[in-house]
């Protein structure tokens, strides 16, 4: 198993930032892929950021070179600096962690893992 645990949300405002970390503990084995998603009341979960062990990365599009992800293997850590916060930047962040072998993540097979989620409210 692996256990995930977020922190660093909170309330700021328009233009501001926060930097989030996802610390992991557990089974960290395997690690192919860490990344944040983020979740708003009617709305279904989406990726906001994602970095492979091989250290590539991958951003959704409304990102727009605001935020970067930033992986700590050595510590077991992810974080996420976000940068000119908008409003529509609110929501529950969570960490996820895939755990698969490189050709099995490939081939689109692995295990997932999620933290509690953590809250960003970005509002004047």
């Known amino acids: 198993q692996v256990q995930l645990v977020e922190s660093g949300g909170g309330l700021v405002q328009p233009g501001g930032s926060l930097r989030l970390l996802c610390a992991a503990s557990?089974?960290?084995?395997?690690?192919?892929?860490m990344a944040w998603y983020r979740q708003v009341p009617g709305q279904e979960r989406e990726l906001v950021a994602r970095v492979t062990s091989s250290g590539s990365t991958e951003y959704a599009d409304f990102v727009e070179g605001r935020f970067i992800i930033l992986r700590n293997d050595a510590k077991h850590e992810v974080h996420l600096q976000m940068d000119s916060l908008r409003p529509e930047d609110s929501g529950v962040y969570y960490c996820n962690v895939l755990r698969a072998t490189v050709p099995a993540a490939l081939a689109g097979y692995g295990v997932d893992f999620w933290g509690k989620g953590t809250l960003v409210t970005v509002s004047s």
């Open positions: 557990g089974t960290l084995v395997n690690i192919y892929s």
